[in-house]
């Protein structure tokens, strides 16, 4: 009658663990499943590149690998396979974000914060013409004298705003377009050198006065 009762309690014992094993794997796969789907949902939705919200999906990311990490050695092979590789997408996921989000943070600083040079370059001979390169090939026989026209009659219009900086970034600007202007002289229509060669004295003349009253004036508020 004893040796019936230990096998009885063996056997429910036995069972019991049984159940607790399948329980404990079940909520382990569960648990990974989660983590799994998470990571294909990140990588589906639109990416929104900022700071808030890939601080949002890393928190929930990191929730839930911490409850799969846990149980990750009760899961069968495949599934502890289909984590890991979950792992490694979230981890080039997570660095195609820090890259996007850092370039978007220097985009928009560069737009609140613009390069004065540029922005004169812009405005002298349209957006984007000009780069950093300084390059003029965009200066031809027959538009040079409206690049002349647009560039002469921006700086009188706006001769009082311009700072020291500005009046040698011009300068710099004028002599690169006359070198330009040099090396189409010979195709340029008829006519249009007599209209340049106007421009160009009015231009000088308005530099002659305005840039070195830029300097005064920086140089008086620098003794303040």
């Given amino acids: 009658m004893r040796k019936t009762y230990l096998f009885i309690t063996a056997t ?29 949902s990140v ?101 040079a004298h409206d690049v002349y026209k647009n560039f002469v009659n921006t700086v009188e219009d706006n001769k009082s705003a311009y700072t020291r900086e500005d009046w040698d970034e011009i300068k710099v600007l004028y002599e690169a377009l006359d070198t330009r202007k040099n090396e189409i002289e010979k195709d340029l229509p008829s006519g249009d050198n007599m209209k340049i060669a106007g421009l160009k004295t009015k231009f000088a003349t308005t530099m002659a006065i305005r840039r070195p009253l830029a300097k005064a004036r920086e140089n008086d508020k620098a003794k303040e």
């Avoid at 990750?72 to 996921?93: G, N, S, T, V």
Wanted: contains cysteine.
């Fill in 43 to 143: 990588e589906a939705a639109d990416p929104v590149y900022t700071t808030a919200n890939w601080t949002a999906i890393d928190n929930g990311y990191n929730e839930r690998v911490a409850r799969a990490e846990v149980s990750l050695a009760k899961l069968e092979a495949a599934d502890r396979e289909r984590a890991e590789k979950a792992k490694e997408r979230y981890a080039a996921l997570k660095a195609r974000y820090e890259l996007k989000i850092k370039e978007a943070e220097a985009a928009s600083t560069a737009s609140a914060n613009p390069d004065y040079r540029q922005v004169l370059r812009n405005r002298l001979f349209g957006e984007g013409k000009i780069g950093a390169d300084m390059q003029f090939n965009f200066v031809t026989a027959a538009n």
């Fill in 12 to 40: 429910i014992v036995a069972a019991g663990f049984t159940a607790c094993k399948g329980t404990a794997n079940e909520e382990a796969k569960q648990d990974a499943t989660s983590f799994t789907s998470y990571v294909d």
